[in-house]
């Protein structure tokens, strides 16, 4: 089935797409990027063929969808900086919710019906219990959550009214990089706790900050689950399977079920690297809940995702080995 399956990633020349397209290709499903290079470098789309264009253009997907014929879209492509969204909300809707819409359209046209959203932890807003499990309700509190599960109902609804079946891929702090040293994350302006940690230990930045130390846990630090790019990349394809063997829709927290603290991986960043870099406390950022971690028992249980790269130190060496190879 998966030699002749046809798959559309938008955002694939993007950090956690890329990944998921080089794990799709390996296991023989044929894959087509969209991508508007806005955040994204051509050079990480390693298999099939890349086409530049804004997910906004409904008429350049019109043709892509008529010529290429997906059976599945796996949906990436989104602005993902939650401070941003925060400053300037309509480019977040626009971009994580209009444009989405126009996807939807595309695919309810040509009867795609399996359909992969890269949706986010940011959905659960501060939440009151930790672990916190896919059934709470959702109570995001910043512009790139809202969009996130607002993209989350219309799934639903879409789901009700046609033949069309998604899979919501909640993923928590996504990090690290390729095992095999052929891909990571490449933005300059990144903004996740552990690329700018290894980039502050290889003196690309002067110092890392710690944004708040006041916390109610254990070091005052905020405490986050941080899940290996490559088991988010199986789950895709677990996900996929399951879609197309169980023809369900669903919802699935990404995670390890276990977080660090900041301060936490600013120690860990300091021994996998063997560098004593500066680090600076500051204020608390408006809208960090203290706590987000994943529970994981619906994925494991009715996928059989099982993570095989639960570890903090090989998470951040990865992360390190690859911000090594882009300087
Ligand atoms: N990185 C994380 O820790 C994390 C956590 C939770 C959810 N997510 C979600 O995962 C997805 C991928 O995140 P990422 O970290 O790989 O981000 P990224 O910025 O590296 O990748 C996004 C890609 O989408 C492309 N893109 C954006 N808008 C587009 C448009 N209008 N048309 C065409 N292409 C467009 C960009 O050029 C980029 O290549 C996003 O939806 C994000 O919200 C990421």
Redesign the pocket.
């Known amino acids: 089935m998966a030699k002749s399956m046809k798959v559309v990633i ?9 990944h998921v397209l080089k794990a799709l290709a390996e296991r023989g499903y044929s894959v087509l990027t ?8 051509k050079e ?1 789309v390693l298999y099939g063929d890349l086409a530049v ?4 253009d409904k008429e350049s997907l019109d043709k892509i969808f008529d010529s290429y014929r997906p059976h599945a879209v796996m ?6 900086v939650v401070p941003e969204s925060v400053k300037e909300p309509l480019k977040y809707y626009k ?2 919710f209009c ?1 989405t819409l126009n996807l939807l359209d595309v695919c309810v046209k040509y009867k795609v019906k399996n359909f992969i959203f ?5 959905v659960y807003g501060i939440p009151t219990k930790s672990p916190v499990s896919e059934d709470v309700p959702l109570a995001p509190i910043n512009p ?1 959550g809202k969009t ?1 599960a607002m993209v989350e109902s219309m799934l639903s609804d879409l789901a009700q009214a046609e033949d069309f079946k998604y899979i919501s891929l ?6 690290g990089a390729d095992s095999t040293g052929k891909l990571g ?3 300059a302006d990144a903004t ?1 706790l552990i690329t700018l940690a290894v980039k502050t230990a290889l003196g690309k930045r002067p110092y890392l900050e710690i944004y708040g130390t006041d916390y109610p846990t254990k070091d005052g630090t905020c405490i986050r689950d941080y899940i290996h790019v490559e088991d988010i990349a199986f789950a895709h394809i677990l996900a996929l399977e399951y879609l197309i063997e169980k023809g369900q829709s669903d919802v699935f927290n990404c995670g390890y079920g276990h977080g660090y603290s900041v301060r936490e991986v600013v120690e860990a960043t300091k021994k996998v690297s063997g560098v004593d870099f500066r680090v600076i406390e500051t204020h608390r950022r408006e809208g960090d809940p203290p706590e987000l971690v994943a529970d994981t028992k619906k994925i494991k249980k009715l996928m059989g995702w099982m993570p095989k790269y639960d570890d903090l130190n090989y998470i951040i060496k990865t992360a390190l080995e690859w911000e090594r190879k882009l300087s």
């Open positions: 938008t955002g694939g020349a993007g950090y956690i797409g890329s969209i991508d508007n290079l806005s955040c994204g470098h990480s264009v804004d997910l906004d949906h990436f492509a989104a602005s993902i971009n994580n444009n890269s949706s986010s932890a940011a790139y996130k909640r993923y928590f702090n996504v990090a994350q490449k933005k996740h």
